[in-house]
């Protein structure tokens, strides 16, 4: 599942489904209404955006505010491996449809900034900096693949650094729409984990 979000009347509970990347609605269980039954969950098709392959939409977050649930996606490039591909969108759905336009769109091939700092050197000062920079990439489907995109912080711990970007979350405050993008990397890495290839690494 991706975000999860509740109506402002707290009668609904709206989730994304990560796998078939679909929207559900589930009704919220209370004294008036304690059972429910799956008949009662309803699913919706998300919206593919103009220019954007239907393998390539990734949806996620979730935002409600006045009554309108919003839904955030990207779209990954995986099928171009083109950074110029890279997108973010948010759509309204009115708890029956999607709006044919997105209400927010915007590129994500833009200057990010270090995803790895070493000690004494932070900024990416050193002459490796390349190999930390934080922009977003394309998506890639497969361990190996990730690894051969890989950039390296350290070649001798084997520090894989490939942002993938996500719009995992969407929240409103004083007006603003406000957007969360999280690293998709984050989610196939960790600190210490061993290679889920099993091959002893």
């Not at 509970?13 to 004294?31: C, E």
């Not at 390349?130 to 190996?144: G, H, L, Q």
Request: net charge negative; hydrophobic share 30%; charged share 20%.
């Amino acid at each position: 599942l991706g975000d999860i979000e509740i109506t402002e009347d707290e009668k609904n509970l709206y989730t994304v489904n990560l796998n078939d990347k679909m929207l559900y609605r589930v009704p919220v269980v209370n004294a008036a209404t304690p059972t429910f039954t799956a008949t009662d969950i309803d699913r919706f098709s998300m919206p593919t955006p103009s220019g954007c392959a239907t393998a390539d939409v990734r949806p996620f977050g979730l935002g409600v505010q006045d009554g309108t649930l919003y839904a955030g996606m990207v779209c990954t490039a995986q099928s171009t491996q083109l950074a110029g591909d890279l997108h973010a969108y948010v759509y309204s759905f009115n708890g029956t449809s999607f709006g044919q336009q997105p209400v927010l769109d915007f590129p994500l091939n833009y200057t990010r900034g270090c995803a790895d700092q070493v000690p004494n050197n932070p900024g990416c000062s050193d002459p490796n900096s390349a190999n930390k920079k934080a922009d977003w990439n394309p998506w890639v489907s497969t361990f190996e693949g990730l690894l051969v995109k890989s950039r390296t912080a350290n070649l001798n711990t084997r520090v894989p650094i490939y942002p993938q970007p996500q719009l995992s979350d969407i929240e409103f405050a004083s007006g603003y729409m406000i957007v969360g993008l999280r690293d998709r990397n984050g989610d196939m890495f960790g600190n210490g984990t061993g290679d889920p290839r099993d091959n002893g690494n």
